[in-house]
Protein backbone atom coordinates (compact mmCIF):
# COMPACT_ATOMS: atom_id res chain seq x y z
CA UNK A 1 0.00 0.00 0.00
CA UNK A 2 2.01 3.19 -1.11
CA UNK A 3 1.17 6.41 1.26
CA UNK A 4 -0.36 9.49 0.12
CA UNK A 5 1.94 11.76 -2.06
CA UNK A 6 3.00 15.03 0.07
CA UNK A 7 1.94 18.51 -1.27
CA UNK A 8 4.93 19.73 -2.84
CA UNK A 9 6.16 22.72 0.53
CA UNK A 10 5.99 26.41 -1.21
CA UNK A 11 9.14 28.25 -0.43
CA UNK A 12 9.47 31.81 -1.18
CA UNK A 13 12.36 34.11 -1.36
CA UNK A 14 12.39 37.61 -0.71
CA UNK A 15 14.59 40.99 -0.73
CA UNK A 16 16.42 43.97 -2.55
CA UNK A 17 17.23 40.96 -5.44
CA UNK A 18 17.34 41.72 -8.90
CA UNK A 19 17.74 45.38 -8.44
CA UNK A 20 21.64 45.31 -9.70
CA UNK A 21 23.15 44.02 -6.62
CA UNK A 22 25.32 41.63 -7.42
CA UNK A 23 26.06 40.26 -4.04
CA UNK A 24 22.25 40.21 -3.48
CA UNK A 25 21.62 38.15 -6.74
CA UNK A 26 24.85 35.82 -5.46
CA UNK A 27 22.91 34.89 -2.33
CA UNK A 28 19.73 34.19 -4.39
CA UNK A 29 21.71 31.92 -6.34
CA UNK A 30 23.67 30.05 -3.78
CA UNK A 31 19.91 29.52 -1.67
CA UNK A 32 18.32 28.06 -5.03
CA UNK A 33 20.95 26.06 -5.46
CA UNK A 34 20.20 24.24 -2.40
CA UNK A 35 16.60 24.14 -3.16
CA UNK A 36 17.30 22.62 -6.26
CA UNK A 37 19.89 20.14 -4.36
CA UNK A 38 18.58 19.00 -1.77
CA UNK A 39 14.28 20.13 -2.34
CA UNK A 40 13.81 19.32 -5.71
CA UNK A 41 10.36 18.85 -5.27
CA UNK A 42 9.68 22.81 -3.94
CA UNK A 43 7.87 24.99 -5.40
CA UNK A 44 9.81 28.11 -5.74
CA UNK A 45 8.77 31.94 -6.10
CA UNK A 46 9.91 35.56 -4.71
CA UNK A 47 8.91 38.39 -3.58
CA UNK A 48 11.52 41.04 -4.94
CA UNK A 49 13.08 44.54 -6.36
CA UNK A 50 13.36 42.98 -9.75
CA UNK A 51 10.93 40.60 -10.20
CA UNK A 52 11.49 40.54 -14.31
CA UNK A 53 15.56 40.44 -13.83
CA UNK A 54 15.06 37.25 -11.48
CA UNK A 55 12.68 35.67 -13.78
CA UNK A 56 15.15 36.00 -16.63
CA UNK A 57 18.20 34.78 -15.07
CA UNK A 58 16.64 32.05 -12.43
CA UNK A 59 13.72 31.24 -14.00
CA UNK A 60 11.37 31.34 -11.07
CA UNK A 61 8.09 33.50 -11.06
CA UNK A 62 8.59 36.68 -9.66
CA UNK A 63 6.26 39.77 -7.40
CA UNK A 64 7.18 43.14 -6.97
CA UNK A 65 8.50 44.07 -3.62
CA UNK A 66 6.62 47.70 -3.42
CA UNK A 67 3.14 48.28 -4.90
CA UNK A 68 4.64 51.80 -5.27
CA UNK A 69 7.18 51.91 -8.34
CA UNK A 70 8.43 54.82 -7.10
CA UNK A 71 9.20 53.85 -3.35
CA UNK A 72 12.74 54.48 -3.17
CA UNK A 73 12.75 57.47 -4.80
CA UNK A 74 13.06 60.83 -2.69
CA UNK A 75 9.19 62.10 -2.75
CA UNK A 76 8.81 66.08 -2.95
CA UNK A 77 5.30 66.89 -4.70
CA UNK A 78 2.47 66.50 -2.61
CA UNK A 79 0.86 63.81 -5.12
CA UNK A 80 4.34 61.75 -4.65
CA UNK A 81 4.43 61.79 -0.64
CA UNK A 82 0.69 60.61 -0.78
CA UNK A 83 1.47 57.62 -3.00
CA UNK A 84 3.94 56.71 -0.96
CA UNK A 85 1.88 56.40 2.22
CA UNK A 86 -0.56 54.46 -0.03
CA UNK A 87 2.12 52.12 -1.06
CA UNK A 88 2.91 51.45 2.77
CA UNK A 89 -0.81 50.23 3.32
CA UNK A 90 -1.21 49.02 0.23
CA UNK A 91 2.88 46.50 0.60
CA UNK A 92 0.69 45.38 4.24
CA UNK A 93 -1.66 43.48 2.38
CA UNK A 94 0.22 42.55 -0.48
CA UNK A 95 2.69 41.17 1.90
CA UNK A 96 0.27 38.95 4.10
CA UNK A 97 -1.51 37.85 0.94
CA UNK A 98 1.88 36.37 -0.40
CA UNK A 99 3.42 34.99 2.45
CA UNK A 100 -0.20 33.31 3.52
CA UNK A 101 0.25 31.03 0.47
CA UNK A 102 4.02 29.71 1.15
CA UNK A 103 4.95 26.76 4.10
CA UNK A 104 8.26 28.62 4.04
CA UNK A 105 9.58 31.88 3.34
CA UNK A 106 13.73 32.32 3.18
CA UNK A 107 15.49 35.83 3.10
CA UNK A 108 19.02 34.43 1.72
CA UNK A 109 22.33 36.53 2.95
CA UNK A 110 22.29 39.87 2.62
CA UNK A 111 22.97 43.04 5.22
CA UNK A 112 19.16 43.04 5.70
CA UNK A 113 19.69 43.30 9.52
CA UNK A 114 21.91 46.27 9.21
CA UNK A 115 22.01 50.26 8.45
CA UNK A 116 25.59 50.66 7.16
CA UNK A 117 24.21 52.41 3.75
CA UNK A 118 22.33 55.44 3.40
CA UNK A 119 18.87 53.57 4.68
CA UNK A 120 15.32 55.33 6.07
CA UNK A 121 13.04 52.68 8.25
CA UNK A 122 9.56 52.95 5.82
CA UNK A 123 11.95 51.60 2.90
CA UNK A 124 13.43 47.97 3.36
CA UNK A 125 13.16 47.54 7.19
CA UNK A 126 9.55 48.43 7.03
CA UNK A 127 9.56 45.26 4.40
CA UNK A 128 11.15 43.07 6.22
CA UNK A 129 9.17 44.13 9.23
CA UNK A 130 6.21 43.29 7.20
CA UNK A 131 7.47 39.97 6.25
CA UNK A 132 8.08 38.44 9.68
CA UNK A 133 5.33 39.81 10.98
CA UNK A 134 3.09 38.37 8.77
CA UNK A 135 4.95 34.68 8.48
CA UNK A 136 4.59 34.78 12.45
CA UNK A 137 0.83 36.09 12.18
CA UNK A 138 0.24 33.45 9.18
CA UNK A 139 2.13 30.65 11.13
CA UNK A 140 4.55 30.98 7.91
CA UNK A 141 8.22 29.96 8.75
CA UNK A 142 10.45 32.51 8.02
CA UNK A 143 13.88 32.13 8.00
CA UNK A 144 16.96 35.01 8.13
CA UNK A 145 19.76 33.06 6.71
CA UNK A 146 23.25 33.72 7.05
CA UNK A 147 22.13 37.23 6.94
CA UNK A 148 24.29 40.16 8.01
CA UNK A 149 23.71 42.91 11.32
CA UNK A 150 25.28 46.24 13.19
CA UNK A 151 24.53 48.29 15.66
CA UNK A 152 21.74 50.83 14.19
CA UNK A 153 21.26 54.72 15.59
CA UNK A 154 18.05 55.61 14.44
CA UNK A 155 15.25 54.46 16.36
CA UNK A 156 12.44 54.13 14.36
CA UNK A 157 14.83 52.00 12.08
CA UNK A 158 16.38 49.82 14.91
CA UNK A 159 12.92 49.01 16.63
CA UNK A 160 12.15 47.53 12.79
CA UNK A 161 15.02 45.24 12.37
CA UNK A 162 14.93 44.07 15.91
CA UNK A 163 11.00 43.39 15.67
CA UNK A 164 12.20 41.59 12.55
CA UNK A 165 14.60 39.73 14.01
CA UNK A 166 12.55 38.71 16.93
CA UNK A 167 9.35 37.48 14.93
CA UNK A 168 11.56 35.44 12.54
CA UNK A 169 11.47 31.68 12.93
CA UNK A 170 14.78 30.67 12.01
CA UNK A 171 18.13 33.25 12.32
CA UNK A 172 21.69 32.45 11.49
CA UNK A 173 24.17 35.45 10.81
CA UNK A 174 27.12 35.81 8.20
CA UNK A 175 30.06 36.79 11.21
CA UNK A 176 29.99 37.08 14.88
CA UNK A 177 29.90 41.03 15.06
CA UNK A 178 26.19 40.52 13.25
CA UNK A 179 25.36 38.14 16.52
CA UNK A 180 26.68 40.00 18.98
CA UNK A 181 25.24 43.38 17.49
CA UNK A 182 21.26 41.68 17.31
CA UNK A 183 22.32 40.75 21.21
CA UNK A 184 22.91 44.20 22.01
CA UNK A 185 19.76 45.74 20.47
CA UNK A 186 17.48 42.84 22.36
CA UNK A 187 17.43 39.99 20.53
CA UNK A 188 17.73 36.87 22.17
CA UNK A 189 20.71 34.86 20.32
CA UNK A 190 21.28 32.29 22.40
CA UNK A 191 20.14 29.81 19.63
CA UNK A 192 21.51 31.75 16.36
CA UNK A 193 24.40 30.33 14.50
CA UNK A 194 27.33 31.83 12.53
CA UNK A 195 27.94 30.36 9.13
CA UNK A 196 30.04 31.92 6.20
CA UNK A 197 28.53 34.26 3.69
CA UNK A 198 26.20 31.72 1.40
CA UNK A 199 28.64 33.27 -1.66
CA UNK A 200 31.14 30.84 -0.31
CA UNK A 201 29.24 28.03 -1.48
CA UNK A 202 28.64 29.16 -5.22
CA UNK A 203 30.80 27.32 -8.08
CA UNK A 204 34.65 29.27 -8.54
CA UNK A 205 35.87 29.04 -11.65
CA UNK A 206 39.04 27.80 -12.24
CA UNK A 207 42.53 29.51 -11.81
CA UNK A 208 44.54 30.47 -14.39
CA UNK A 209 48.05 29.53 -14.34
CA UNK A 210 50.73 31.94 -12.99
CA UNK A 211 52.62 34.16 -16.70
CA UNK A 212 55.45 34.86 -14.38
CA UNK A 213 54.96 38.69 -15.33
CA UNK A 214 53.30 40.85 -13.24
CA UNK A 215 49.52 40.45 -13.61
CA UNK A 216 46.48 42.95 -13.83
CA UNK A 217 45.32 44.44 -10.54
CA UNK A 218 41.55 44.53 -10.04
CA UNK A 219 40.21 47.68 -8.21
CA UNK A 220 36.99 47.44 -7.26
CA UNK A 221 34.92 50.39 -7.25
CA UNK A 222 31.53 51.81 -5.14
CA UNK A 223 29.80 54.67 -5.32
CA UNK A 224 30.27 55.49 -1.59
CA UNK A 225 29.27 58.08 0.30
CA UNK A 226 29.06 56.94 3.69
CA UNK A 227 27.14 55.38 5.91
CA UNK A 228 23.45 55.98 7.26
CA UNK A 229 24.72 58.15 10.19
CA UNK A 230 27.28 60.26 8.07
CA UNK A 231 24.62 62.00 5.54
CA UNK A 232 25.93 65.14 6.94
CA UNK A 233 28.92 64.93 5.20
CA UNK A 234 28.24 62.22 2.20
CA UNK A 235 29.87 64.26 -0.57
CA UNK A 236 32.90 65.20 1.61
CA UNK A 237 33.29 61.24 2.36
CA UNK A 238 32.68 60.41 -1.48
CA UNK A 239 35.59 62.81 -2.63
CA UNK A 240 38.23 61.73 -0.19
CA UNK A 241 37.36 57.95 -1.55
CA UNK A 242 37.60 59.19 -4.88
CA UNK A 243 40.23 61.33 -4.78
CA UNK A 244 42.24 58.60 -2.89
CA UNK A 245 41.47 55.64 -5.33
CA UNK A 246 42.67 57.75 -8.45
CA UNK A 247 45.86 58.46 -6.73
CA UNK A 248 46.14 54.85 -6.12
CA UNK A 249 45.31 54.44 -9.62
CA UNK A 250 47.74 56.53 -11.18
CA UNK A 251 50.79 55.37 -9.34
CA UNK A 252 50.03 51.71 -10.07
CA UNK A 253 49.69 53.08 -13.91
CA UNK A 254 52.96 54.90 -13.95
CA UNK A 255 54.83 51.75 -12.88
CA UNK A 256 53.38 49.94 -16.33
CA UNK A 257 51.00 48.02 -14.37
CA UNK A 258 47.21 46.95 -15.77
CA UNK A 259 44.30 47.84 -13.94
CA UNK A 260 41.30 46.27 -14.55
CA UNK A 261 38.10 48.34 -12.43
CA UNK A 262 35.13 45.95 -11.51
CA UNK A 263 32.03 47.02 -9.89
CA UNK A 264 29.28 45.30 -7.60
CA UNK A 265 26.18 47.33 -8.11
CA UNK A 266 24.83 48.98 -10.95
CA UNK A 267 25.25 52.36 -9.36
CA UNK A 268 28.83 51.72 -8.93
CA UNK A 269 29.33 53.16 -13.07
CA UNK A 270 29.72 56.65 -11.84
CA UNK A 271 32.33 55.80 -9.92
CA UNK A 272 33.81 54.16 -13.09
CA UNK A 273 33.60 56.53 -15.89
CA UNK A 274 35.60 59.28 -13.09
CA UNK A 275 38.49 56.84 -12.96
CA UNK A 276 38.65 56.33 -16.60
CA UNK A 277 38.07 60.43 -17.09
CA UNK A 278 41.11 61.22 -14.56
CA UNK A 279 43.24 58.72 -15.47
CA UNK A 280 43.55 58.60 -19.27
CA UNK A 281 45.43 55.22 -19.78
CA UNK A 282 45.09 51.75 -21.92
CA UNK A 283 46.26 50.32 -19.44
CA UNK A 284 43.11 50.83 -17.14
CA UNK A 285 40.21 49.33 -18.32
CA UNK A 286 36.86 48.25 -16.93
CA UNK A 287 34.72 45.40 -16.79
CA UNK A 288 30.94 44.85 -16.80
CA UNK A 289 30.40 42.41 -14.42
CA UNK A 290 27.03 40.37 -14.49
CA UNK A 291 27.43 38.46 -11.79
CA UNK A 292 28.90 37.15 -9.18
CA UNK A 293 30.60 34.50 -11.47
CA UNK A 294 32.11 36.99 -13.53
CA UNK A 295 33.78 38.81 -11.08
CA UNK A 296 35.23 35.68 -10.17
CA UNK A 297 36.43 34.81 -13.24
CA UNK A 298 37.93 38.51 -13.50
CA UNK A 299 40.11 38.29 -10.13
CA UNK A 300 40.97 34.55 -11.19
CA UNK A 301 43.10 36.40 -13.94
CA UNK A 302 44.83 38.96 -11.24
CA UNK A 303 47.77 39.27 -9.29
CA UNK A 304 46.25 40.93 -6.39
CA UNK A 305 42.88 42.94 -5.75
CA UNK A 306 41.29 45.99 -4.16
CA UNK A 307 38.28 46.25 -3.16
CA UNK A 308 35.52 47.78 -1.15
CA UNK A 309 32.42 45.99 -1.85
CA UNK A 310 31.61 43.05 0.60
CA UNK A 311 30.85 40.85 -2.23
CA UNK A 312 33.55 41.75 -3.96
CA UNK A 313 35.90 40.68 -1.74
CA UNK A 314 34.48 37.77 -1.21
CA UNK A 315 34.63 37.13 -5.07
CA UNK A 316 38.79 37.29 -4.03
CA UNK A 317 38.95 35.17 -1.24
CA UNK A 318 36.91 32.95 -2.62
CA UNK A 319 39.43 32.86 -5.89
CA UNK A 320 42.33 32.35 -3.49
CA UNK A 321 43.59 36.09 -4.79
CA UNK A 322 45.10 38.26 -2.52
CA UNK A 323 43.20 41.15 -1.49
CA UNK A 324 43.27 44.00 -0.10
CA UNK A 325 39.81 45.50 1.59
CA UNK A 326 38.82 48.90 2.00
CA UNK A 327 36.52 48.93 4.65
CA UNK A 328 33.40 50.91 5.18
CA UNK A 329 31.83 48.40 7.80
CA UNK A 330 32.60 45.85 10.84
CA UNK A 331 31.98 43.23 8.63
CA UNK A 332 34.51 43.59 5.99
CA UNK A 333 37.05 43.76 8.78
CA UNK A 334 35.57 40.30 10.17
CA UNK A 335 35.57 38.76 6.72
CA UNK A 336 39.53 39.59 6.19
CA UNK A 337 39.90 38.13 9.59
CA UNK A 338 38.25 34.82 9.35
CA UNK A 339 40.15 34.71 6.32
CA UNK A 340 43.72 35.37 7.23
CA UNK A 341 44.11 38.88 5.92
CA UNK A 342 43.37 41.08 8.62
CA UNK A 343 46.27 43.09 8.12
CA UNK A 344 45.24 44.20 4.99
CA UNK A 345 42.01 46.45 5.90
CA UNK A 346 42.58 50.22 5.15
CA UNK A 347 39.56 52.87 5.83
CA UNK A 348 37.16 53.65 2.87
CA UNK A 349 36.20 56.55 4.72
CA UNK A 350 40.21 57.98 5.01
CA UNK A 351 41.45 56.97 1.77
CA UNK A 352 45.09 57.50 2.35
CA UNK A 353 47.08 56.58 -1.04
CA UNK A 354 50.16 56.43 0.06
CA UNK A 355 49.35 54.09 3.42
CA UNK A 356 46.96 52.13 1.03
CA UNK A 357 50.74 51.83 -1.71
CA UNK A 358 52.39 50.38 1.35
CA UNK A 359 49.46 47.53 2.50
CA UNK A 360 49.23 47.11 -1.33
CA UNK A 361 53.43 46.02 -2.02
CA UNK A 362 53.47 43.81 1.45
CA UNK A 363 50.40 42.11 0.59
CA UNK A 364 52.06 41.43 -2.93
CA UNK A 365 55.43 40.13 -1.09
CA UNK A 366 53.20 37.60 0.70
CA UNK A 367 50.98 36.49 -2.05
CA UNK A 368 52.45 32.87 -2.44
CA UNK A 369 51.99 32.45 1.73
CA UNK A 370 48.60 34.02 1.59
CA UNK A 371 47.40 31.96 -1.66
CA UNK A 372 47.76 28.90 0.62
CA UNK A 373 46.22 30.48 3.61
CA UNK A 374 42.88 31.31 1.46
CA UNK A 375 43.16 27.76 -0.06
CA UNK A 376 42.87 26.51 3.86
CA UNK A 377 40.41 29.12 4.87
CA UNK A 378 37.84 28.08 1.78
CA UNK A 379 37.78 24.24 2.37
CA UNK A 380 36.76 25.34 5.60
CA UNK A 381 34.08 28.18 4.65
CA UNK A 382 32.52 25.29 2.25
CA UNK A 383 32.59 22.58 4.93
CA UNK A 384 30.50 25.60 7.55
CA UNK A 385 28.11 25.76 4.97
CA UNK A 386 27.53 22.31 4.50
CA UNK A 387 26.41 22.45 8.17
CA UNK A 388 24.42 25.65 7.52
CA UNK A 389 22.18 23.86 4.68
CA UNK A 390 21.67 20.83 6.99
CA UNK A 391 20.78 22.70 9.68
CA UNK A 392 18.57 24.54 7.39
CA UNK A 393 16.52 21.59 6.46
CA UNK A 394 16.15 20.37 9.75
CA UNK A 395 14.77 23.68 10.35
CA UNK A 396 12.70 24.58 7.38
CA UNK A 397 11.91 21.01 5.91
CA UNK A 398 11.10 18.88 9.03
CA UNK A 399 9.29 15.75 7.57
CA UNK A 400 11.98 16.21 4.57
CA UNK A 401 14.53 15.61 6.41
CA UNK A 402 13.19 13.18 8.71
CA UNK A 403 12.35 11.40 5.65
CA UNK A 404 16.04 11.61 4.18
CA UNK A 405 17.15 9.95 7.57
CA UNK A 406 14.94 7.30 6.94
CA UNK A 407 16.23 6.79 3.39
CA UNK A 408 19.66 6.95 4.84
CA UNK A 409 19.29 4.61 7.63
CA UNK A 410 17.57 2.25 5.12
CA UNK A 411 21.06 1.83 2.77
CA UNK A 412 23.38 1.92 5.78
CA UNK A 413 21.21 -1.22 6.86
CA UNK A 414 22.44 -4.85 6.80
Known amino acids: ?90 DAVRTAAWVRRHDVVIVPGMGVLEATLPLRPWGFPYALFLLCASGRLLGTRVALVSVGAAGIRDRPTRALVRWSARLAAYRSYRDVPSRDAMRAM ?134 GTPVLALCYATKSEALMADMGLGAYCHPAREVDADRLLEQFRELEKRSMELRRTLTERNLTAARRLEHQFTALTAALFPSADHAHAHSQAQREAP
Open 1 to 90: MTSARRKPVRVGLFGLLGSGNLGNDGSLEAVLGYLRAEHPEAVVDALCGGPEAVTARFRIPATRLHWNRAEYRTASRAGAVAAKGVGKLV
Open 186 to 319: GVDTARDEVYPDLAFSLPTPPAEPPSGTPGPVCLGVMDFHGGNDDRARAEEIHRRYLDGTIRFVRVLVEEGRQVRLLTGDACDASVVAAILDAVDSPLVTAAEPASLADLMTEMTAADTVVAVRYHNLICALKT
